[in-house]
């Protein structure tokens, strides 16, 4: 018992001895348990789970500035304040600085009316594309501001709101702002990475549009003046453009005054013959078809002349199936070869073609090179064609161009006309990108769902009626972020295509960008309690974050029911082209799929012991291959984005057996160098896979014309694509490619390098090269044209017609001869086909003009010559005409502003300033 005793005196001495260090162990051990606890899966699973619209936590009062506590206001009552806050809440937004890849944003919500509006429950939804609080995320109890009364909560992908916490003053009165300032992760470096629709809401309340955020031209949104507004990071070394600089851009280029008859885009392959020597098909000309008859009608149609069965021999224009001859070296695609021989001493134009999309394409040749002619009355009297001989065939057999119609719906209209003007260029190819995260836009009969929800974006408290809005579409669901294609409407586009030898190649992009089909399967299994097509595993506790900010948008590769879901969509999808355009194509997509995506799904960790898979990277293999394999359609090949045949390192590895690799058609577009992602396309095709060049950096024609606060886009592989960049694009050496880094700053062989520069293998292997449009910022058609064009004629050009300068080895002599060559192209463009454009009703991108004053005369040059310029001398209020012929001396001294105009007068630039002289 002594002993005892003793014992304890010994340890309660120490213990004293040592309090402090046990109370601090102790206090560790507690803030770590804690910590772990809430960030914990079981913590924010349920956070999540628990309601989708947590409440704020409650704040302790502080007591020198004490509030009262939140008004429980009747149904009627609450709807009214939110109605006049949608009427008198004006919003202000402000991009304060952007420093570290982080962007500082502020909020100003300003009573311009006559109501004081108490304190209740109320939200206002907002769209930020970069990830806000970027550090603090996920903060399901709503993000804490500091020095704010306001929570930031996000909703789902893009779209969070503002609600009051409980500091929040006991009422908003007229004349009041309210502030918030929050940080993102990304630059925010232009106006248009804003969006419109704000709306305000409240837990009972019918949601309402913030009529200060509803036009196009984002008004709300304040001035990029500053350079940490402009800057992307603080080694942001590219720099808006001023009117000296597009000056100096546009002198290079040599103003032919007139086009030439011949000026065709894309560049035949040989073209003879002489300007001064033409042909004139009048109204008694017919036009017989050996062949092609189809093709021959286009013709006959659109010049307003009678076809004949053969016979005539003069005054007519034949057509005939023909060996085209090539040069026996070349890899040009036979198929679509074509010759024209128009002869004015035998009265007569002669097309032949290997094949009827030879034909076709003759007939737009044929088209781009006609010129009206009328007598000395002004009567249309036919059609003046050059003395001429064309020799033609593509470079590539793939020529595409990629639509996204999920971000924002592009309705049937608009995509019919963009297939005119595609066939008008000879781009053959189009990638239709029907599903993503923000919509499914095909209607599959077998799920009803899929439309009836999916396609609709809204404000929906019980996600019973749609998806939630997203990228500025509203809480309601009849703006751009609804909408989808019918059976009936997709076989239409499909025989449209048809008839323009396009290609449709749907996309149903899958594992991840899925949250559309995820949560239509969701609504079917609450409704049905059938979970025959749940996509996801209802106890997967796995946590990740999309590109696109999303946390649920993956399907999961290791149920049963995916696949069941899959093959009846894609069957259905075959069915659609089986008596239109047969199905031989299809894109499955596989890009951006969230690492972390089923990391905790049970029924996954069963499959990997079952199929010794080790992870994410070895599902996403499972998938396809099983799904490719399942589907058991012959002769079809499929379409993936590199990133579902890469592994962590950057290697390819084949999904399916070694024998179908030549089925597999990857994309490769992510080609930024200093991510060791510049020769991707090189190691595909070499390991087999038929390429598709897509570099961001060049072809995604939703980044900016500019680097200008004022331009529509996106930025992240790019600050900008002009045409330019696109025209100087070299398929054939990728390397040649170089141009700078992602700062703007000179591109170093270390960098070029840094992923290795394997040399080309396998050519054959590069099937071709394709344009595409995103959709995140781009929501009606006339953004969608004007995003598209006049960019999408360089892409054409360079996907159907292989520059010379392109074989040139020495920098300084390719650089040269493709300067000519784009001198030659920037006026066939704006001498001739941005009037051809215009004719089409094309809302095409008009460049704003270079300026310089050169002794009191005022200098205004264009990109594209012959591109009519105005100028201002008070400030916009009027405008004159500039004729470059006529060198005038100005005497104001003041700010002069220029703009270019269309040549019907009706669109314009945004103006530009010159300074004084």
Known sequence: MTTIKRYMTMLSFKLKRHRKGIFCTLGVLLIIFVHRYFNSDYYLIQEFKITPRPSPTPLKQDQKTASAKVQYLSVEKSQEYINYMAENFVINFTVLSNRASTSFKKISVFNKGNLQIPKFIWSIYFYDITFVGNSRYPYPRGLHLDDSELLIFHESGNLYRLQPTNKFPKYINPGDTIEVIYDAYGPHVSRFFTFPNWFVSCLTCEPRLLKSTQSESLEFVGKFSKTQQVKRFEDDRVKMLTVQDRFKRNSAIVNTLRPPTNAIIPTPLMVEGKEEDYLLVSTHWTISAKNFKKEAEILAELLQLDMKKGGAVTSVITFAKKNVSLPS????????????????????????????????????????????????????????????????????????????????????????????????????????????????????????????????????????????????????????????????????????????????????????????????????????????????????????????????????????????????????????????????????????????????????????????????????????????????????????????????????????????????????????????????????????????????????????????????????????????TTFNYQPDNIYWNRGTRHNGAEMSDEVLCSGGCPPLKAPENIRGIQADLWTETIRTPDQVEYMLFPRLLAFAERAWHKAPWEHIKVEARRKLKQQTDWEMFANKVGHKELRRLEEMGVTYRLDPPGARFNNSILEINSIFPGTPTEYSMDNGLTWKKHDPEISNKLAHRGKIFVRSSSFDGKRKSRMVSVGGF
Request: proline letters at 5%.
């Open 329 to 724: 070296d070349s890899r040009l695609s036979k198929k679509e070869a074509y010759e024209i021989l128009i002869d004015p001493n035998s009265d007569s134009i002669q097309v032949h073609a290997n094949a009827d999309a030879g034909a076709f394409y003759a007939v737009q040749t044929l088209l781009s090179i006609r010129k009206k002619e009328y007598d000395k009355k002004a009567n249309f009297i036919g059609y003046h064609f050059p003395k001429i001989k064309i020799t033609d065939a593509p470079r590539f057999e793939y020529r595409g161009l990629m639509v996204d119609v999920s971000r924002n719906f592009v309705s049937k209209t608009t995509i019919l006309k963009l297939l005119d003007l595609m066939a008008m260029y000879k781009v053959n190819k189009f990638h239709f990108h029907l599903t993503d995260d923000d919509g499914w836009r095909l209607e599959i009969r077998s799920f009803p769902e899929l439309t009836e929800y999916a396609s609709k974006r809204c404000m929906d408290q019980a996600n019973e009626v749609c998806l939630p809005p997203s990228l500025g579409s509203g809480p309601y669901s009849n703006t751009s972020g609804s909408g989808y294609y019918s059976v009936e409407d997709y076989k239409e586009i499909l025989r449209y295509a048809k008839a323009r030898h396009i290609q449709v190649i749907p996309e149903l992009d899958v594992p991840g960008h899925s949250r559309s089909a995820v949560q239509a399967m969701e609504l079917r299994h609450r409704k049905t309690k059938n979970p025959s097509y749940r996509l996801i595993d209802p106890n997967d506790h796995s946590r990740y974050r999309s590109a696109q900010a999303h946390t649920d948008n993956a399907v999961n590769p290791c149920m049963n029911s995916t696949y069941d879901f899959f093959k009846t969509v894609l069957l259905d999808l075959h069915d659609m082209h089986k008596d239109v355009q047969p199905l031989t194509f299809y894109m499955l997509g596989g890009d951006e799929v969230a690492r972390g995506a089923w990391e905790k799904s049970p029924v996954c960790e069963k499959l990997k012991v079952e199929n010794k898979l080790n992870d994410y990277y070895d599902l996403k293999k499972y998938f396809f291959k099983r799904l490719i394999t399942e589907l058991k359609m012959e002769g079809m090949h499929v379409g993936l984005w590199e990133d579902a045949v890469l592994n962590d390192r950057l290697e390819p590895k084949n999904p399916l057996d070694e024998s179908k690799v030549g089925q597999l058609y990857v994309y490769s577009w992510t080609n930024i160098w200093e991510w060791k992602r510049g020769s991707l396309a090189y190691k595909l095709a070499n390991a087999g896979f038929q390429v598709v060049m897509s570099p961001a950096t060049c072809l995604y024609f939703d980044h900016p014309y500019e680097p200008d606060p004022e331009e529509r886009g996106l930025y992240w592989a790019t600050r900008y694509i002009d045409s330019r």
